[in-house]
């Protein structure tokens, strides 16, 4: 009897360290340029993560632009529930070789279908200016950076869109934020490049319309809210709040999106670039930690392991 329960412990052992040790397989979203869903059919804790779009690069000296937020955090979701998600992307260069600002990189939006408020919203960085002004990185407050240079947009607050350049046409536009879009970058028909898009409107990225003789296509902000390019500025990061557009004249870059994260997240984490921004596209994973009451959710490969312990212990007790 007692070789049986000696037997029997470590097996006991075994289980719990399979059931509360491992996690159910995460489920990745990666850019595709539209919203994607996600309905949740477990009710239990479940551990997010987002990441924002790097900003485009730029000019006849390119240089990176800035880098995407990085946030995760656990929070309890009810099954039913339907998330929407729209993931960054990365802001784009334009086609003419000497002159032109990077696109702002797209934030990274978590969100229940038809909230007032998002989950998780993790900044896309700013794009950089032609000249070699490299991009502003996301910011991990809810505010959106301003961009660089004098006479440089204003970064969004409260959920607001980012300001373009107020110099001349040659300015890069603001990102979009959750509740407003960016600002138009201002000029002639010919340098006029787009505002990034806020939630209100699709989180679209902003177009890099330039134009002399003929079309030459300044920076694309990216899905998420990136903000146009102008012919030497830089684009506003798309985010919570949009990043201000960079000052033209002086070939400067935008500014990085805001980021936000709801109260009911718990072990919360933002980080900047230096400590795990993003660098590209975008990215957002949902993963179920915990059910109803707690427990840990085992992986899927890990089942055999647990089935193979309780016949084990089953044979184990019939020899008693």
């Known amino acids: 009897m007692r070789q049986t329960l000696r037997a029997g412990k470590p097996l006991l052992l ?11 397989t995460p489920i990745v979203f990666d850019e595709t340029g539209a919203l994607q869903s996600f309905t949740v059919s ?7 993560s987002a990441m924002g779009a790097q900003g485009g690069s730029a000019g006849s000296t390119p ?9 995760s955090g656990q929070i309890f979701l009810t099954a039913g529930t339907q998330l929407e998600i729209a993931v960054g992307a990365m802001g784009s260069t334009g086609s003419f070789t000497s002159l032109y600002g990077g696109g702002g990189g797209g934030g990274s939006f978590v969100y229940v279908f038809g909230a007032s408020s ?10 950089s200016g032609y000249s070699g002004n490299p991009g502003g990185n996301a910011q991990t407050s809810s505010s959106g950076q ?13 959920g607001s869109g980012g300001q373009p350049g107020s110099r001349d046409s040659y300015d890069g536009a ?12 201002s000029g002639t028909s010919q340098f006029r490049v787009a505002r990034g898009g806020g939630g209100a409107t699709g989180f679209a990225g902003g177009d890099g319309d330039c134009a002399t003789s003929g079309p030459v296509q300044c920076a694309n902000g990216g899905y998420g809210g990136g903000g146009g390019g102008g012919w030497q500025g830089g684009g506003g990061g798309g985010g919570y709040s949009g990043g ?5 004249s002086g070939s400067f870059a935008g500014g990085g999106g805001g980021s936000f994260m709801d109260a009911a997240f718990m072990n919360g984490f933002m980080g900047l670039a230096s400590n795990g921004g993003n660098n590209g596209n975008g990215q957002v994973s949902i993963e179920l930690v915990g059910d109803v009451g707690g427990t840990p959710v085992p992986e899927p490969d890990s089942l055999w392991l647990v089935g193979l312990s309780l016949s084990a212990l089953y044979f ?3 020899r008693q």
Do not use: E, K
Not at 122 to 127: C, Q, R, T, V
Not at 146 to 158: F, H, K, L, N, Q
Not at 244 to 248: E, F, H, L, Q, V
């Open 63 to 71: 240089i990176a632009g800035g880098f995407g937020a990085d946030l």
């Open 118 to 127: 998002p989950l998780l919203v993790a900044g896309g960085g700013g794009g």
């Open 42 to 48: 477990t009710t239990g804790l479940y551990d997010i």
């Open 316 to 318: 184990a007790r019939r």
């Open 244 to 248: 201000g557009g960079g000052d033209g």
């Open 14 to 24: 075994a289980i719990s360290f399979v059931a509360f040790c491992a996690h159910a």
């Open 174 to 185: 603001g990102g979009g934020g959750w509740s407003g879009n960016g600002g138009d970058a």
């Open 146 to 158: 301003a961009g660089s240079g004098s006479d440089a947009g204003a970064g969004g607050t409260g």
